[in-house]
Each structure stands twice: as C-alpha cells, then as structure tokens.
C-alpha cells in the first residue's frame, strides 16, 4: 500500500488543490476523488500560455475580459467535472465535487460593492454557475456578505463549499445559515456542504504575532484550532440525518515552515472528512513511504490547549488572515484580468 492509499485507508478523502488537466488526471490515478479551484490556479494556469489558443479564441470574438476570464474558468472547472463524475456518481453524490470559486472581486476593497449588493450578486452568482452542474461546488468566502448569502443559496439548492474560514465564530455562522437554508427546501436529498478550514496559515500568523508561545504550541495552533471545528461539525450534523455527509475541508495543507516535514498537515488529519492538498505537497506524501493512520481526534496536551486559549487572540487573527485572504485572492483575479487585456493588445491591429 502506498502512502496515499494509506491516507485513504485511514478514512480521508483526498482531493487537490488544482485544477490543472494534467495533475487533475494524475492525482485521480493516485486515488484523489476531488479537487478546488480558486483565483490564484486559475491565474497560474492561464499565465502557463498552455490554453493561449482557447484565450485567443475568445478575444478574437470580441468578448470582454472580465467575460473571458469566468468563461475559461467555467472551462477548466467543467472538464475536472467530467473525470470526477463518475465518483459523483458512485457515491451518490457524496464526493467527486470541483468547487468553483465566486469573483473575489466582490470583496476587493478599492472595486467591491455595498454590502446589500455584495449579498445579492453571491446569490445571483451562486446561482447562475452552479446551475447544470451535479457535481459543482460553489465557493463563497466567510465574509460578512459571503455569510449572509449562504441561507438564501442553499434554500435554492446550491451545493456549497464556504471557504476562508480562519475561526471557529465564522464557521459556526456559516454552517448555521446553511442549515436553515437547507431546511427550507423540500427535500435534504441532494443537500451537501462542506467548510473549508485554512491550516497553515494559522501557523504564520502566530509565529508573527504570538512569538511568545511555546516550542509545543507554537506551529500547532492551526491543527487544534482545525481540530476543534471538525468535532463540532461531527457534533452538530450527527442528529440531522441528512443522506450525504455535511464535511469540513482541511485547507492550506501545504507547509509554510521550512523545518516542518511536508506531510505535518496531512499526517495530523487523517482518518475523517476531507484534505484538500496541493499537487506538491501530495508527491511528497506519495515519496515519504509513511502509512498513515486516524489521528483526527487525537489533540496535545491539556497545558498546550490551555496556553493557546490563553495567548492567541482569535478575533485578531480573523481580522488579519481574512484582510490576507481576500487580497491573495483578488489580486490574481486582477492579474488575470491584465492578462486577458494583454492578449487583447497583441491580438489587435495597430492602427
């Protein structure tokens, strides 16, 4: 048994983080089931000059940036659709999802609406890409306006995956305006979500922030905090007797700490829900000739829980991560939209 089979033997699911044709394939080869998207791959992907003949199409037909960029995402999204579907389909549509991310945007503090403006174009958007599409999930991020979507898209029947989720007050506001969206519909047959949890990045924050903290907590911030919110997900859905499950994701399992082996995520979640990893971080899982085993519910030790209750100022590093968050985000969506007009330039005549 490989190491990746071995972390699928253990209970997680395996998705990636990419929706790149050539990894897309690979990675499902190895055993992964799903994948996500967000601005960052999809501005990658495009900058590559491997779909240059697709870019060029759409410019020579005149439409406009914004139009092309969301068009080739919906491309690339749709055909990592197609090689999870069958998954889909296996598992009665419990896994096999490629989530697709909303405009980032909408969060942009120079470009963004209204707040009322921002909910209603997360709804409408949600709505419109999700439509067609069985095996899509729609990302909407754990902002203000991304939350106060979330009861209306998923009454609308959306299958949702609510992403930069930092803290345990977001995550419970998320889930719960799911849920009574979700009850509002007339059936929880079709009823799937998942919420994404950010890992690394809690770690980063800390080693900048909270100096102060011990050898044995600092770098385990991100994986108790992660932790703690898996089992209250466990906690809350396991009355609802929904047909699919109601997953978290384990997000940004990618290390940031050079010192840090690069399967210290991966190897601290197995055995339940949902790993969404990068492509480098699964060939080093794949390399590392570990097998891997449950270790979801296993946490440190009560000295270090308490020294992180104690020491980390939660409220604080919401704010921050999600200030990080959003402008990782929107500035690759503003890159790609440069892109395109780059395109545009080259492909136009000079009067």
């Not at 939350?147 to 898209?153: H, P, Q, V």
């Not at 949890?197 to 108790?224: C, K, N, W």
Request: with cysteine.
């Amino acid at each position: 048994m490989s190491s990746l089979q071995s972390l699928i033997a253990s209970g997680t699911k395996l998705w990636l983080d990419s929706i790149d044709p050539d990894l897309v394939r690979a990675n499902r080869a190895l055993g992964a089931t799903g994948a996500t998207s967000n601005p960052v791959i999809v501005a990658g992907l495009l900058k590559t000059g491997r779909f240059d003949d697709q870019l060029d199409e759409l410019v020579l037909q005149g439409a406009p940036d914004d139009v092309i960029a969301w068009k080739m995402t919906d491309r690339l999204v749709t055909d990592a659709e197609r090689v999870f579907h069958p998954v889909w389909e296996q598992t009665a549509g419990n896994d096999g999802f490629v989530s697709f991310e909303l405009d980032p945007l909408l969060e942009d503090p120079e470009l963004g609406p209204s707040h009322e403006e921002r909910v209603q174009r997360y709804i409408d958007l949600g709505c419109r890409w999700a439509s067609g599409h069985d095996n899509r999930m729609i990302k909407v991020p754990a902002t203000p306006a991304g939350l106060d979507a979330l009861e209306e898209l998923a009454a609308a029947g959306v299958t949702l995956n609510v992403t930069l989720i930092f803290t345990e007050r977001q995550y419970f506001a998320a889930r719960d305006a799911v849920w009574r969206g979700a009850q509002r519909r007339s059936s929880l047959k079709s009823f799937k979500s998942v919420y994404s949890i950010f890992v690394s990045r809690v770690d980063v924050y800390t080693e900048q922030h909270v100096p102060q903290l011990s050898a044995d907590a600092q770098g385990m911030v991100g994986i108790v905090n992660a932790k703690r919110i898996w089992r209250a997900n466990q906690q809350f859905w396991s009355d609802k007797k929904t047909p699919r499950d109601q997953e978290m994701i384990f997000a940004s399992t990618g290390t940031k700490n050079p010192e840090d082996p690069p399967t210290k995520y991966v190897a601290a979640f197995a055995g339940s829900d949902i790993e969404t990893n990068p492509p480098a971080t699964n060939d080093a899982v794949e390399a590392s000739g570990l097998e891997f085993t449950r270790q979801i519910d296993q946490l440190p030790a009560i000295e270090v829980l308490d020294e992180i209750d104690e020491q980390v100022d939660m409220a604080h590093l919401e704010r921050v991560l999600m200030d990080e968050g959003i402008q990782k985000f929107a500035d690759p969506q503003k890159a790609l939209l440069a892109l395109i007009a780059d395109k545009r330039s080259d492909l136009t005549p000079t009067p």
